[in-house]
């Protein structure tokens, strides 16, 4: 556990106020809608949300939420006909106003599996998702889609990817801003820290760039200095 200012991995990351602050990503095509295919997604996050708010959302319908309730993490997964609601209650909880590492893994064979700060827990059964579960409206990240559950906190290095990611992928790539692997979908490191309109950048090798909807959604950029800064850890 570290204290630190700007961003995790880099000078900045995105801090949403849990009110008005979210991001639209305009996709690339159909790189970022999964089927009847598995799928991850993994980020960082620093919160002390205990309402509801999702970190990433397409559409409830038809798609995936993925965020938190009650300080713990939550899932989402709808092929239009079935949908699984996994509210993780039992779980740990992330909004101790510190820094983790959060994932989910959907294994459309098998269950959803959750990861925090690198360690995996099993969570619903998914196999009831028979149907694809590619979503007609664009993704946002920080909202839910009728313009409610904000997320209050700061959100960086969100990745998602096409497959099943093993517990070993997912701890060799929690703490670099170029991870490596197959069948990256989308790498939004979240640390431009100054602009909205194509502001959330993609780099992995597609397109999937998102506007943000305040500029004042950025972490102000920490600073180090030698002999005189301090880095707490406990």
Same mark, same amino acid.
């Given at each position: 556990?570290?204290?630190?200012?700007?961003?995790?991995? +880099? $000078?900045?990351?995105?801090? =949403?106020? %849990? @009110?008005?602050?979210?991001? &639209?990503?305009?996709?690339? *095509?159909?790189?970022?809608?999964?089927?009847?295919?598995?799928?991850?997604?993994?980020?960082?996050?620093?919160?002390?949300?205990?309402?509801?708010?999702?970190?990433?959302?397409?559409?409830?319908?038809?798609?995936?939420?993925?965020?938190?309730?009650?300080?713990?993490?939550?899932?989402?997964?709808?092929?239009?006909?079935?949908?699984?609601?996994?509210?993780?209650?039992?779980?740990?909880?992330?909004?101790?106003?510190?820094?983790?590492?959060?994932?989910?893994?959907?294994?459309?064979?098998?269950?959803?599996?959750?990861?925090?700060?690198?360690?995996?827990?099993? +969570? $619903?059964?998914?196999?009831? =998702?028979? %149907? @694809?579960?590619?979503?007609? &409206?664009?993704?946002?990240? *920080?909202?839910?889609?009728?313009?409610?559950?904000?997320?209050?906190?700061?959100?960086?290095?969100?990745?998602?990817?096409?497959?099943?990611?093993?517990?070993?992928?997912?701890?060799?790539?929690?703490?670099?801003?170029?991870?490596?692997?197959?069948?990256?979908?989308?790498?939004?490191?979240?640390?431009?820290?100054?602009?909205?309109?194509?502001?959330?950048?993609?780099?992995?090798?597609?397109?999937?760039?998102?506007?943000?909807?305040?500029?004042?959604?950025?972490?102000?950029?920490?600073?180090?200095?030698?002999?005189?800064?301090?880095?707490?850890?406990?």
């Amino acid at each position: 556990d570290f204290t630190t200012s700007g961003g995790l991995l +880099g $000078a900045s990351c995105l801090e =949403l106020n %849990g @009110t008005d602050e979210y991001a &639209t990503i305009t996709a690339d *095509g159909s790189t970022l809608q999964f089927g009847t295919g598995d799928y991850t997604m993994e980020c960082w996050i620093k919160t002390t949300q205990s309402t509801e708010g999702v970190i990433y959302r397409d559409e409830e319908g038809q798609g995936t939420i993925f965020g938190l309730k009650g300080g713990k993490l939550r899932y989402y997964g709808g092929d239009g006909a079935n949908s699984v609601n996994d509210e993780n209650s039992t779980g740990p909880t992330v909004n101790d106003g510190k820094w983790h590492h959060v994932a989910i893994v959907v294994d459309r064979s098998d269950k959803l599996f959750w990861y925090l700060d690198g360690k995996m827990s099993a +969570g $619903a059964d998914v196999t009831s =998702l028979t %149907g @694809t579960i590619n979503s007609p &409206t664009a993704p946002e990240i *920080g909202r839910r889609n009728n313009g409610s559950q904000f997320f209050d906190g700061c959100i960086e290095q969100f990745r998602v990817w096409a497959d099943v990611r093993t517990t070993t992928e997912i701890r060799a790539n929690m703490f670099t801003d170029t991870p490596s692997g197959d069948n990256l979908r989308a790498n939004w490191r979240l640390d431009a820290g100054t602009g909205t309109t194509d502001a959330i950048v993609d780099s992995s090798s597609n397109s999937n760039t998102g506007t943000l909807s305040a500029s004042g959604a950025w972490a102000g950029a920490g600073t180090f200095t030698y002999g005189t800064s301090t880095l707490v850890m406990a």
